[in-house]
Structure formats: C-alpha cells, structure tokens
C-alpha cells in the first residue's frame, strides 16, 4: 500500500488515501501499510561530494549482562529445551504470526526436538518489528525499536543465533529535549564506576535541569513503597493510573510532566493519565536493579533481515518450516469443541498436534471461534485492545548537527522519541544525509488523518528541536522524501486493570496456546515480552507431550471411524 506523487519544496500537501480499521485488521499479502512520498528536491550524492560531513559514530562494548540474575534466569529457561528429552515422535505444532512471539515459539519448539511450522500472513517477516525497503533501496520500520540491557530473553536469543555483534551500544545515558529551551537537551549519566541501584541514583540527582531538589526528594519518598514491597506492590498498583499514583504518593505534578509524559509514551504510546502505573514500576524496577537495565542498543540494520532471519535460518535448519503469503482464515472445530485445523484464505487447510496463534490480541479475536467466546479465558480479552502509533521517517537533504548517536525522548505533545538512524544505525548510515524516524504517539486522533497532515505537524514539532537548522517552510534543510507507517492496533493498551484480563500461554482448550507481548509475562508490551511469550509457550507444549501425544491418537482413531 504505498503512494507517490510530489510537491513543490514549500509545500506538503498531497492527498493520501487513510487506513480503515479493518483493513489493517485483515492485512493483505505484502501489504506494509507504509505511505511514501518523494519531494522533487535534488539530493546530494554521499560520493563526490565537495565537503562531506564527516560523522563519528562511536559504539560502545557489550555491557556485562551474562551474571544477572534475570540473564540466568532466562538462560536456564533456554537450556531446558535443547536438554529436554527427545521425543519419540515430534510434535507437529502449527503456529500463526511470525512477529517475535510467533518466531520466539517456533525456535524453542525447534531447539526441544519438535517439528513447529510458522504460517504469516504477510510477504515479510517481524509482526510489529516488521520492514520494508523503498525503491531507492531505504528501509523503513513499523516502530523505533531499542534494546535494553534489562531484556533478559532477547539478549540470550543474540546470543544462542551467535549474532551478538548486530546490537550497537550507545553510551549509558538518557537524553531529553527541553521544550522551554529550543534546541537544547538535558542528561541522565549513568556513572560506570558505580552499581545499580546508586548508578541510577547518581544520575537522577546530578541532573538539575528537570527537577528540583525539593521535587526529587517528594519523588523518592513516594517511590519508596514500591522499593520496599517488591513485585507484590507493583502488581497491586495495576488499578491506578501514573498520573493518579503520582499524586496518591504526594509527588508534584511537575515530576509527572518532565520526566513521565515522556516515559510513559515511550513505554505503551499514551499519556500518564491512562497508562497503568504497573507499567512504569517494572520499567523503573528493571532499571534501578540491574546495573545496565537501562542501557541501550539500536539494532545494526532492518529488523527482517538482521534479526527474523537468523532465527528462521535456526527453525529451518532443525526441520522446522517457515511460510509467508499464509493467512489464516478461520480456526476450524472438531465436535468437542478443539482444534481440527487452520483454514487458510488459499483454501487449504492444515492440520497439527497442536495450534498456536502468536497474532497481535486484536486480530486474535478476529478469529476467534464462536463458540469459545462465552469461555471466561476468552472473553476477558475484550478489555485488551491495541493502542495506536504512527512511525514516521524523514530524509533531509543535509546532516543535521543537532542530534545525538542515540535515542532522544523528544518531549513534544505530539512525538515520543525519535533518533537520527543515519547515525545511530550501520546499515542506514550516511555521512552527508540525515534520516529521522520517529514515534508519532498518541495518535488515537491522527490515525485517520493523511499523511500530509501528518508530516506537517511533525515539521512544525522539529522545528522546535531543530530550530536553526529545521523550519516549517522547509527555508533550512529540505525534506528528500518521507514515510509513515500506521498502526491502528499495535500493542496493548497497558491501562488500569487489564493485569487480570491477560491469558496464560495454556488455554482451556486442549491442544490450543497463544503467544504474544500480551499474553501472562512480567515484561508486559515489548520485544522482550514477545520473546518471553513465546518461550512459556513453547515450555507449556513442551510440558503437554504426552497428553498431546493421546489426543493425536484420538484423532487418527476418529478419522479411521468416519
């Protein structure tokens, strides 16, 4: 689905067709819901150029993760199924959605000895870390995606595809635009020298730009309750709100909007007023615990190529399969109300041991047979709903200086964070052009609106963080061209109460699982929870042979009845 057409230099107004919820919902075969526009403006060549910029890209080394407790955890969670019992006969188990869950399933089924085969509905691989490259050969992403050292499971899935050197570390640090100075930006350092939880510490306290004394002092004393109570507190402030936490605790309103309108945006694309406070604990909880928590990667290229396929090399080369271009159309019964097969909107049919569905939540209920609706596992995921986000990426014709080799949290009521990807990522890099992608959230308003409305009202937001170098008119740098990729549904809306509406792995219905960032994990909506879904799905098969094993046995001893 893409558009092309072209506007004068001054100008952004091109008519472009709107995504319908349902059309999104029923992706079609290679459809990447990526609008492109190129602007008429001559580009600047990276070779030959009179005086090209010369840009220093500086990654930094593998922060020490392998010896935290979490890193073990999920190691040892990983080694349970390459050491599992192999099976007498392996299970055929078939999965639909090659997202990170879907993929995540189908290794660790792999590494346990059973024979997993991945249905995707679409031409590419990734789900929500999906992409696509232009005619001129530019990738562009559904999502700005970054790589905590408090992602216990990714990290252990680099390391067991031996892909580790594709993450590039940027230095420890979080950086913020300052909206009431224009151009500037403030810090958290994390101090190497020192641990968790006094690194984070260190670094909260010697920014004096966004908080005052008085205000981080209130704040400590209010986050003190969920240092003290653990896991136990933070699963209980699940009902709350951040904003409502925050004032329930005595912490200034002014803490809120500096630091977690920023942050909450950046976790689950909504303001702190809706997010559950939850989410943020457990980010803050993975970030003041392990000493490198918070520090960051930005993967080496395009997500597809760098990351899916070296895990769907590893399915393949252990017998699993992989398939794309296969829609699952509907899930078929058998009289007692189980799986008999997935439909395919080809016609064809396909049959298994067992069934997983590793979609987003909403396109789950989607297919979600009649009869199981009223089964209280099921119908509580009505209260899940995926939030919308906007990605948006943006050529200029020149290198813009003031950026980071990082992640910025840009602060502005209409973009999350955002990175210079010309910089911060091998693949896309170039010394002479800068590419900006950025978060457009929320954008439950903008979701339907075209995408020249769109990139307006981005200009006029990056004119405040560029303001020499960016202006509305287009006066400094030129925009070369542009894309936007809209998710009407993207992950799930992490608002108050949705904790007991989050299914385990293990559904009711014998022989029926589900994956997805969605699912029963404690890393909530993220890569990390996508990854670690699918390996307790995969532990839950793994757990279920023998009674999966009886059940194929009814099967063929029904079919030879009938």
Sequence with gaps: MSLCGSVSALSLNLQSSKISMGSVLAFRSGESMGNTLRIPFKKRSSKGAACPLQVVCIDYPRPELENTVNFLEAASLSASFRSASRPT???????????????????????????????????????????????DGDWYETGLHIFFGAYPNVQNLFGELGINDRLQWKEHSMIFAMPNK???????????????????????LKNNEMLTWPEKVKFAIGLLPAMLGGQPYVEAQDGLSVKDWMRKQGVPDRVTEEVFIAMSKALNFINPDE????????????????????????????????????????IESLGGEVRLNSRIKKIELNEDGTVKSFLLNNGNTIEGDAYVVATPVDIFKLLLPEDWREISYFKKLEKLVGVPVINVHIWFDRKLKNSYDHLLFSRSPLLSVYADMSVTCKEYYNPNQSMLELVFAPAEEWIACSDSEIIDATMKELAKLFPDEISTDQSKAKV???????????????????????????????GFYLAGDYTKQKYLAS???AVLSGKLCAQSIVQDYELLRTLGQRKLTRASIH
Aim: aromatic share 6%; charged share 20%; hydrophobic share 40%.
């Design 182 to 204: 224009p151009g500037e930006f403030s810090r958290f350092d994390f101090p190497e020298v020192l641990p968790a939880p006094l690194n984070g510490i260190w670094a909260i």
């Design 480 to 510: 070369v061209k542009y894309h936007i990729v809209k998710t009407p549904r993207s992950v799930y809306k992490t608002v108050p109460n949705c904790e007991p509406c989050r299914p385990l792995q293990r559904s009711p219905i014998q």
């Design 89 to 135: 006969k392996p299970l055929k188990v078939i999965i639909g959605g090659a997202g990170l869950a879907g993929l995540s399933t189908a290794k660790y089924l792999a590494d346990a000895g059973h024979k997993p085969i991945l249905l995707e509905a679409r031409d590419v691989l990734g789900g929500k870390v999906a992409a696509w490259k232009d005619d």
């Design 527 to 529: 890569m990390e929870g």
């Design 275 to 314: 997010l559950s406070m939850q989410c943020i604990l457990i980010a803050l909880n993975r970030f003041l615990q392990e000493k490198h928590g918070s520090k960051m990667a930005f993967l080496d290229g395009n997500p597809p190529e760098r990351l899916c396929m070296p895990i769907v090399n590893h």
